[in-house]
């Protein structure tokens, strides 16, 4: 079956410094993407989608990259702050319903 | 916050037994999907219900089934729980139809199955 994944399980940053989180989807057919934030104990966060008829989409200190030719989508996160600390998901839509990868930990350092 | 709820927030229970969990959508919104967390894993999809019907499933057995009220809220029920419930239940809300839209997760509830 289509699958999303993530290449890093942990990301750890200094306060301040950008951060970039990746993610690979298999569907080729895929054209919706979204970016959860899940913190502990909460249900995921919603922070940024983008189509497939677009290449990068910017939003508050986020910006989300899509380059369908090798299928692979990334945030990236903007002087990193300690509130950003938490799990990142991307979810691919296929069909009705969204595929999530298995999420990336980001952890700030002070 | 984004105005879509869920209770209980915690249920503790015993092999074998019912569970039923309750979401209410964000206003507007006509579709809620419900999705099985486990722990350190992302959400798998389990159903979705688009005005009153289902409309997509995932790979989860029968014992698992929902409903849709007219005013979009939901329940998902699990039959004979299995020690492999325990998880993370989210429910989540969108403006269905043709056009997937956004989903809005509510905060979960957490099954612990004994």
């Known amino acids: 079956g289509e699958s999303v994944g993530l290449h890093l399980p942990t990301l750890s940053v200094q306060e301040g410094d950008n951060s970039i989180i990746n993610c690979a989807y298999s569907?080729?057919?895929?054209?919706?993407f979204i970016w959860y934030k899940q913190e502990s104990g909460k249900g995921p966060q919603f922070i940024i989608d983008?189509?497939?008829?677009?290449d990068k989409r910017q939003g508050q200190r986020v910006t989300v990259l899509l380059n369908k030719t090798v299928k692979h989508l990334s945030l990236q996160i903007a002087a990193t702050q300690p509130g950003d600390s938490a799990v990142y998901f991307c979810?691919?839509?296929?069909?009705?319903?969204?595929?999530f990868g298995p999420g990336t930990r980001l952890s700030v350092l002070p | 916050e984004t105005g879509v709820t869920q209770s209980p927030t915690h249920l503790i229970k015993t092999r074998g037994q019912q569970v039923t969990l309750r979401c209410s959508s964000q206003?507007?919104?006509?579709?809620v999907s419900w999705y099985q967390q486990a722990l350190g894993q992302g959400p798998q999809f389990i159903f979705q219900y688009y005005r009153e019907e289902e409309n997509g499933r995932g790979n989860f057995p029968p014992r698992f089934s929902g409903l849709q009220f007219p005013n979009y809220s939901s329940e998902l029920n699990v039959n004979a729980l299995e020690l492999d419930d325990s998880a993370l239940y989210l429910c989540?809300?969108?403006?269905?139809?043709?056009?997937?839209?956004?989903?809005?997760f509510g905060p979960g509830t957490r099954l612990l199955v004994l």
């Open positions: 979810a691919d839509l296929y069909g009705q319903n969204f595929v």
């Open positions: 989540a809300s969108s403006l269905g139809g043709q056009y997937q839209e956004t989903q809005y």
């Open positions: 206003s507007g919104h006509n579709t």
């Open positions: 569907n080729s057919a895929s054209d919706y």
């Open positions: 983008i189509r497939s008829n677009m």
